[in-house]
């Protein structure tokens, strides 16, 4: 009897989706740590923002975030990729904001109530009624917004923060309030509905490469031959690090 090669079955399974924030979908001057979880923008005059490094496209889902250094001020919510990182400014970013306003298209509207140092925020994503609501200390603040109709777009967890910081937790640990009937944290969403899954940014709502990424590498090589071999040992490689997410093209 000959056992299975471990390799051939970690090459047959796909990979669990990485739930982080970006540290490449982000402005220029919001901190993130190692663990993805926790954002800053401590001194910071201007509002800096990002998105979560996975996106969904169906289903019931909420994450939460703590504020743990307020200063300023936070906003958290949604937005596509097609969206400003300055939340809630442009028609594909829905912010809820700690002044207990609420922002789209860069309109504000009171919404909820005030939050800050020491509150959880829980963002709820409801695509089959095509809503988002909040939550305040566990507390509903009702729907805030009805999403226009979309098609094949995928809504990712954002936050945007002016002099403060947030942890964020997408529910690969527990969720410190229970959530909504039918939701469950967006990390244990079905598979087939996450997009993305560490690239942080860099695929667009196409499934493809897109949102005007620059390459991070450039590889050179003398000869057609050599560059077609280090793209088959770089799209071997790439099965093995699911995040951040390898996409490589050969140009001659």
């Known amino acids: 009897h000959q056992s299975a090669d471990p390799e051939d079955a ?38 800096e923002g990002g998105r979560a490094t996975c996106g969904v496209t169906g289903g019931r889902v909420s994450f939460e975030v703590e504020c743990v250094e307020v200063a300023g001020t936070v906003r958290v919510g949604f937005s596509t990729m ?17 002044t207990g306003m609420k922002s789209n298209c860069g309109t504000y509207l009171e919404y909820g109530r005030q939050y800050g140092h020491g509150d959880v925020v829980s963002c709820h994503l409801d695509l089959p009624a095509s809503t988002i609501s909040f939550s305040v200390n566990g507390t509903p603040c009702g729907v805030a917004f009805k999403i ?45 509905q996450v997009r993305g899954g560490g690239g942080g940014g860099l695929e667009s709502d196409d499934g493809g490469t897109g949102g005007g990424a620059t390459p991070l590498c450039i590889m050179l090589e003398p000869s057609r031959d050599l560059a077609l071999q280090t793209l088959e040992c770089v799209d071997a490689y790439k099965r093995f690090m699911p995040a951040p997410r390898i996409t490589a093209a050969l140009l001659v």
């Open 148 to 192: 226009p109709p979309q098609k094949n777009q995928a809504f990712y967890p954002a936050v945007c923060l002016k002099n403060a910081a947030v942890t964020v937790n997408f529910g690969e640990t527990p969720l410190k309030y229970a959530l909504p009937e039918g939701f469950v944290p967006i990390s244990s969403v079905l598979a087939a």
């Open 82 to 98: 097609a969206a400003a990182h300055a939340l809630g400014t442009c028609p594909h970013g829905f912010g809820f904001g700690g």
């Open 10 to 47: 970690l090459q047959g399974s796909p990979a669990a989706p990485v739930w982080r924030m970006s540290t490449e979908d982000r402005a220029a001057r919001l901190n993130i740590d190692a663990t993805g979880l926790i954002c800053a923008a401590i001194g910071a005059a201007s509002w």
